[in-house]
């Protein structure tokens, strides 16, 4: 697609219950991110995936998040037993790195209750 | 490692004046420094992008920053604000790996 998709936009999940978020990069795009907004906080890293590397997992928050890329191209980033302060803006973005452009996604706003 | 700080939390301006958004990196590489712009309710703007050519890059809806290397800045500016640059913007340094964002500026335009 021309763009970076996120699904689903927004989502409610109860306390507890395991969540999936899911990033389509730009076809192509060898690099692809996730990062987290919270309300009144900055854009927090998470994770990194570049081509068939082993990905950079050194900012996800716990052992509760996961992610993988499957075939080089889309993302599932999972959220095990969720807590209230999960909820926040859940971003991708993907790069060619080539010219070191990133573009994200409108992101997914997880709102744990 | 690297660093960004945006200097200013918070920038108000009136409509048709110039806008200056501060920003000062760190980094241990010849970094990538890109502007990012987040409308309310919006997925993240690429504005502009500087990635070791020219020092004065120019980018959408007339925005411009500068790198000065040895000043590690690269601030942002706008000869005339118009309402609709009332946003959050990011400054973002790239180690070619990593992306570390700014706290970003809340930039207000005032009629």
């Known amino acids: 697609g021309a763009g970076v998709s996120q699904s689903p936009s927004n989502k409610v999940t109860e306390k507890g219950k395991d969540v999936e978020l899911r990033c389509d990069p730009i076809?192509?795009?060898?690099?692809l991110y996730w990062y987290r907004q919270s309300l009144g906080q900055g854009l927090e890293f998470l994770i990194y995936?570049?081509?068939?590397?082993?990905?950079?997992k050194s900012g996800l928050p716990s052992d509760r998040f996961s992610a993988e890329r499957t075939g080089g191209s889309v993302s599932t980033l999972t959220i095990q037993r969720t807590q209230q302060e999960d909820s926040a803006v859940y971003l991708c973005?993907?790069?060619?790195?080539?010219?070191?452009?990133?573009?994200f996604g409108s992101g997914t706003r997880l709102t744990v209750v | 490692a690297q660093s960004v700080t945006q200097l200013d939390s918070h920038v108000s301006v009136s409509e048709g004046t110039p806008v200056l958004l501060r920003c000062n990196y760190s980094?241990?590489?010849?970094?990538?420094l890109f502007w990012y712009v987040q409308h309310p309710n919006k997925g993240l703007q690429l504005l502009l992008k500087?990635?070791?050519?020219?020092?004065l890059v120019k980018g959408i809806n007339g925005f411009e920053a500068e790198f000065k290397k040895s000043e590690t800045s690269f601030h942002l500016t706008k000869p005339s604000a118009h309402m609709s640059d009332a946003a959050e913007y990011f400054c973002?340094?790239?180690?070619?790996?990593?992306?570390?964002f700014g706290g970003g500026t809340r930039l207000m335009v005032k009629p």
């Open positions: 973005a993907s790069s060619n790195d080539r010219n070191y452009g990133y573009t």
């Open positions: 973002v340094v790239s180690d070619q790996k990593m992306l570390t």
């Open positions: 500087y990635t070791s050519a020219a020092t």
């Open positions: 980094s241990s590489y010849s970094p990538s």
């Open positions: 995936f570049q081509g068939n590397s082993a990905p950079d």
């Open positions: 076809s192509g795009h060898t690099a």
